[in-house]
């Protein structure tokens, strides 16, 4: 790899490898015609998304979804051209642009239908929609008992085309039993549509911890979100096979160090006061960044492949944190790497470890790193097996 120069002295690094890597574990589980639907919302889970769909335009994903039009319209105009569906709502008022780029909407009610309908008709197009289903998250979907009369007043909308309808899982990740219990559900509503002769070409339930644990559940298409990125569904209940590779690194590099003496306090309010000499490096990561602030923080950084421990309170650009044993065995100085997710050395501070010291899951600490974290790709050495390489990754 040549040598990176990010443009600030914090940055992610995304392993173009294990991207790819996780893109075939997923595609290995599917038996075709299921499509693959990358779910990139939220800035691809805080990877940068217009980098990651690029990757997995490459990687030969079907499709990708996002929450919001806006995410939609942002691929769009960095030339991604695959399908696109958004998953939450979707107001009439939107669907203009949105069916001018080709941007597939989710809908679950008749009123928002037909405002997307009425938009699509001004513009002489066919707004392209999926019909969203509760069968028990009770968050967005029309109720199973009503989707036949939904569907059947959509297909009188000339200006609609019903290609998809989907539902989506409470608790696939953690309740298996209620998660069959949905999935029997949604199939008690597309056998009575299909006697209908109303069922949309495209039914889709799984997420990725259906699509690892459920492959009865695949249907013609899965949702996959977490598993792209090589993050557990959930660490204790649905891990990753080994097969899946981590794709984020978040590094930084060290500001300044300094020597405290007892009584010299560090940052804000001079919260964190030193008992003794010590040695100290200033981050430039804060909590404008992603690095929370309240009520727990990151607890502690890897240099030189040790934990440093965040000390005194987060600013919003900066934090500082303690290296007195870390510069005892070596100097710590300016510009030595800082491991916020990732790997160093031998030492490894993981996601979903970070997820535990600060109370969330790794899907929350991933996508609340802020965009102007600037995102590199990188290529990893991942094999065909997802084998991570000898050498140890980016090293
Ligand atoms: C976010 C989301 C997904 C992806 O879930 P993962 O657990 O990340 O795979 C799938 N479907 C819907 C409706 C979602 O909102």
């Known amino acids: 790899m040549a040598a990176l120069v990010p443009e600030r002295p914090t940055w992610l690094e995304i392993d173009r490898s294990a991207l790819l890597n996780n893109v075939r574990q997923l595609r290995a589980l599917l038996t075709p015609p299921s499509l693959l639907t990358g779910v990139v919302k939220a800035n691809a889970y805080g990877h940068g998304a217009v980098m990651v769909c690029r990757l997995l335009v490459e ?225 430039p990561v804060g909590y404008a960044d992603g690095f929370p602030r309240r009520p727990r923080t990151w607890g502690s950084v890897l240099i030189h492949g040790q934990p440093a421990p965040l000390v005194g309170r987060v600013c919003m650009d900066q934090c500082v944190v303690d290296v007195t044993s870390i510069a005892a065995q070596q100097p710590v100085r300016q510009g030595d790497e800082v491991v916020l997710i990732g790997r160093q050395g031998r030492a490894e501070l993981s996601a979903a470890e970070v997820a535990r010291r600060i109370g969330t899951n790794n899907y929350d600490v991933v996508s609340r790193i802020l965009a102007r974290v600037p995102r590199y790709v990188v290529e990893g050495c991942v094999g065909d097996e997802g084998k991570v390489g000898d050498e140890g990754r980016h090293e």
């Not at 000339?158 to 949604?186: K, M, N, P, W």
């Not at 799984?206 to 792209?228: F, K, Q, Y």
């Open 59 to 283: 990687a030969g994903v079907d499709r990708l979804a996002v929450a919001t039009v806006g995410e939609a319209l942002e691929l769009r105009a960095a030339d991604i051209h695959l399908p696109i569906l958004v998953l939450g709502y979707t107001p009439g008022a939107l669907a203009l642009e949105a069916v001018a780029q080709e941007i597939t909407l989710t809908v679950f009610d008749l009123e928002t239908a037909g405002a997307i309908a009425a938009a699509a008709q001004a513009s002489g197009k066919r707004a392209r929609v999926h019909l969203k289903v509760n069968t028990g998250m009770n968050r967005l979907g029309v109720a199973p008992g009503d989707a036949r009369a939904l569907l059947s007043a959509l297909s009188e909308m000339r200006s609609l085309e019903v290609e998809g309808i989907f539902t989506h899982f409470a608790t696939s990740d953690t309740d298996r039993a209620y998660a069959e219990e949905q999935f029997r559900c949604f199939v008690s509503v597309l056998d009575e549509l299909a006697a209908a002769g109303l069922r949309p070409a495209i039914a889709h339930a799984a997420n990725s911890a259906a699509t690892l644990t459920m492959p009865h559940a695949h249907l013609e298409m899965v949702r996959c979100g977490i598993a792209l990125y090589g993050l557990d569904p959930d660490e204790d209940d649905t891990p990753l096979p080994s097969t899946f590779v981590p794709v984020m690194s978040w590094k930084a590099q060290v500001a300044q160090v300094r020597h405290l003496q007892p009584g010299d306090a560090v940052s804000y309010g001079r919260e964190f006061v030193a008992q003794q000499p010590m040695t100290v490096a200033t981050i």
